[in-house]
């Protein structure tokens, strides 16, 4: 079964199955497909994109960035 985040209309037709394989694979995803993969709303991820430093590049993002981004917010050591 396939969900779709229909919560968020900018969000609808996205499935978190789909952004979860390109997590898997390490694929980029768009500000729409991060949002459903991190589990917050498009306006949110829009304003992350927007951040100095946040590792969007060419309106694309990799998983892992994100995810080394937020570990070095967060103060913690890889």
């Avoid at 992350?48 to 995810?67: A, E, K, N, T």
Wanted: charged share 20%; aromatic share 12%.
């Amino acid at each position: 079964m396939k969900q779709s985040h229909t919560e968020d209309k900018q969000l609808r037709g996205i499935t978190l199955e789909a952004v979860l394989e390109k997590q898997r694979l390490g694929q980029a995803m768009n500000a729409k497909e991060f949002a459903v993969c991190a589990g917050v709303s498009y306006s949110t991820a829009r304003g992350w994109f927007r951040l100095p430093g946040f590792p969007v590049f060419h309106g694309v993002i990799f998983w892992q960035d994100f995810v080394q981004w937020r570990t070095g917010q967060n103060g913690l050591s890889n």
